[in-house]
């Protein structure tokens, strides 16, 4: 559909736990157009199984990144600019809440709890984005893709603190599209509907969400990743090249509806 679109262009990948990853399904679709792949893995744990997902996209650097600690950014920043030799897109598809913060009562979250969500799943967006600047302005500018949900507008039973991390996430996409847009370097969050991943198996009513978008959705059926895939490639192509801090929202356009 866009094959060569993304010819020469090199790609940063953070956010790939295993095939069902949102960030997965955006690496294939930017590696169908054309570009160059890196990949981050949070830790030992995972490196083993994104490195076999980064060989079936025809890469083999991959970077160790903890988003947590701003060491292990500025490790892989660097690996980054070393190894794939610049930067023209980043995908950011990271968050993480503990997994009390789904099943108790929202006035119940913990400070460290809040800490924890809105570092790993909005702050990291900042971080990262600081570090991929210099590397994009290089290369006379970019795209940036972070993955959001609705339940950072309406009150959605169960995503809690996360929510409220997206809230902080979209907004900091706002500010990042602003302060980047004369390096012409755009930022974009995509709002995806319900899609079956090792992050959502946590959060309780997943099913009735699916349901939901099924019997009252515009287009009366899930999203799956591959959907996603196919949003990420426009906004890190040309074709959304005046594209920049916005939500795009893929979800069956369920967000257009009042009941
Ligand atoms: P996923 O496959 O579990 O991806 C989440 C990723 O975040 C994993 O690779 C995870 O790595 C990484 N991560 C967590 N903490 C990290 C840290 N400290 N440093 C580096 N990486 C860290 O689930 P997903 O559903 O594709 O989620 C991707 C994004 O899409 C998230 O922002 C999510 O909120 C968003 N989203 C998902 C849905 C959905 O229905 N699935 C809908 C809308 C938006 P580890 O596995 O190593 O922790």
New binding site residues.
């Given amino acids: 559909m866009a094959d060569g679109i993304l010819d020469g262009k090199l790609a940063l990948v953070?956010?790939?736990?295993?095939k069902?990853?949102?960030?997965?399904?955006i690496a294939q679709a930017l590696h169908g157009a054309g570009a160059q792949l890196a990949f981050?893995?949070?830790?030992e744990?995972?490196e083993g199984s994104?490195r076999k997902l980064a060989e079936e996209a025809g890469s083999d650097v991959l970077v160790e990144?903890?988003?947590?600690?701003d060491d292990?950014i500025d490790r892989a920043f660097e690996q980054v600019g070393e190894q794939l030799g610049g930067l023209d897109i980043l995908v950011?598809?990271?968050?993480?809440a503990p997994q009390d913060t789904f099943t108790n009562r929202f006035i119940e979250t913990s400070r460290d709890a809040f800490r924890m969500a809105l570092?790993?799943?909005a702050y990291?967006l900042i971080a990262m984005a600081r570090r991929a600047e210099p590397l994009m302005a290089e290369r006379g500018g970019g795209s940036m893709v972070?993955?959001?949900?609705?339940a950072s507008e309406r009150a959605f039973p169960g995503y809690n603190i996360?929510a409220t991390?997206?809230a902080a996430?979209e907004c900091s996409v706002r500010y990042l599209a602003y302060e980047l847009g004369p390096a012409a370097i755009r930022v974009n969050a995509?709002?995806?509907?319900?899609?079956?991943?090792?992050?959502?198996?946590g959060?309780a009513g997943?099913k009735e969400?699916e349901t939901v978008i099924e019997e009252r959705s515009p287009m009366r059926q899930n999203i799956d990743?591959a959907d996603?895939g196919q949003a990420a490639l426009y906004l890190c192509s040309p074709m959304s090249r005046m594209v920049t801090g916005t939500t795009v929202y893929v979800d069956s356009g369920y967000h257009a509806m009042g009941i």
């Fill in positions: 953070a956010g790939v736990a295993n069902r990853s949102i960030a997965w399904a981050t893995y949070q830790g744990r995972l994104v990144c903890d988003v947590s600690a292990s950011h598809s990271i968050a993480f570092d790993v799943s990291s972070t993955m959001t949900y609705m996360m991390a997206k996430l995509i709002s995806a509907g319900p899609v079956r991943t090792l992050a959502s198996a959060i997943f969400m990743a996603v």
